[in-house]
């Protein structure tokens, strides 16, 4: 949704008449996550993607007949078959995708609403109705209990209490699912399959020390979708020209800087300080927090020697494991923006439980289903 978002809050403030395809399930191997969007306005215009062009031309026809009138559907892709030329995708897995549409001046303004929100990095989350005992395509806007009401409705008071609980706690943990639900909002029942899709602001990436390595680093943190902050103590290093891509850039002792900001389970640190001074008292703070990720630049005699200051200053073994150094992936990197690329290619490795091999070397599935919650 984000990468076309400036795309649909035009639209919506136009007023023009848009339908929306949206990926909520995906079985095996699939080009895109749950949450993919594709729009198909009035004039027959499409921004975004859903499966990176094996399905969107037909796509484009259910949108179209859903614009006309023929209601909010739920369409499914599977594996296609090459000699009857059926619609399918190439990389063996299934998706199931939602296309709803938005005509009236009430919805294109409801969604406006919500396209507000997330481009406000406000946290939200949107609930809709796909099938079962309840009107395919109703939809629910949650947002956190002391940020606002909840807007729209799936049917019943209930299901509406039932959703809006589990909605704010998916949304805390940036996770995006199909739930079940009785009719009236009842666990454990399968009478109403109902798609909550959450809007997390983005995670966080923080860079210590302002160097060459740190800018390059900073500018594939923006590009993965992290909201990047640089920190170095040194004035004439710490400066937005020589970052020009970073979110923030803050003058500031880096461990005195991370004891007073938010780090949470998606936040990725890279201390790229390579002095003692201050690596020592960052990395004590950095292993105090629920980090998903802290590289630390550094040769490995420097390594084994920051091991053991740390060790001297109380860090015990547990925490010390948590630490990726010498940063990165073995590319055999050596500018630094290769070296940057090492240190995404290990963030990424690290979300979603990849090896780290080349894939022509493996067999089995190319797409990890598991890891923490990353870039939404």
């Known amino acids: 949704m984000r990468d076309i978002l400036p795309d649909l809050r035009a639209r919506c403030a136009d007023g023009v008449p848009l339908a929306l395809a949206t990926v909520v399930a995906v079985h095996g191997s699939a080009p895109r996550d749950p949450g993919a969007v594709m729009a198909v306005d009035a004039a027959g215009t499409v921004v975004g993607s859903v499966s990176g062009g094996c399905v969107e031309g037909d796509l484009y026809e259910v949108a179209r007949e859903v614009l006309a009138g023929a209601g909010p559907r739920v369409v499914a892709y599977g594996i296609s078959d090459d000699e009857a ?37 406000r946290p939200v989350a949107e609930a809709t109705v796909l099938s079962g005992a309840a009107e395919t395509g109703a939809r629910l806007v949650v947002r956190p209990s002391d940020a606002g009401p909840t807007t729209g409705t799936l049917g019943s008071e209930g299901l509406d209490a039932a959703v809006t609980d589990d909605a704010r706690g998916l949304l805390a943990q940036g996770h995006t699912t199909i739930q079940w639900y009785g009719v009236h909002g009842q666990r454990r029942m ?40 640089v920190c170095d103590a040194r004035p004439a290093f710490a400066t937005r020209e020589r970052f020009p891509t970073a979110d923030e850039v803050v003058r500031a002792w880096p461990h005195t800087y991370l004891e007073s900001t938010e780090v949470d389970a998606r936040t990725v640190i890279c201390v790229l ?28 005699r420097t390594h084994h020697d920051r091991l053991a200051r740390l060790r001297e200053a109380g860090a015990d073994e547990a925490a010390l494991a948590r630490l ?3 940063v990165g992936l073995d590319l055999g990197a050596r500018t630094p923006e290769e070296t940057a690329v090492s240190i995404a290619a290990e963030v990424i490795q690290h979300r979603w439980g990849g090896t780290g091999r080349p894939l022509g070397e493996l067999t089995g599935a190319i797409h990890h289903p598991g890891g923490p919650a990353g870039p939404r």
């Open 85 to 121: 030329f059926g619609v399918g995708l190439t990389c063996g897995g299934t998706i199931e995708v939602l296309v709803r549409r938005y005509v009236s001046a009430a919805e294109l303004a409801d969604l406006g609403a919500l396209l507000d929100l997330i481009a406000d990095d």
């Open 190 to 229: 399968q009478e109403v399959a109902v798609f909550i899709r959450t809007y997390a602001p983005p995670p966080r990436m923080l860079v210590f020390g302002a160097i060459d390595h740190a800018a390059a680093t900073a500018r594939i943190g923006s590009f993965l979708g992290y909201r990047v902050t």
């Open 324 to 326: 990726a150094s010498p």
């Open 273 to 300: 300080t390579h002095d003692p001074k201050f690596d020592v008292p960052l990395l004590l703070a950095a292993l105090r927090t629920p980090a998903a990720y802290i590289g630390v630049m550094g040769s490995r």
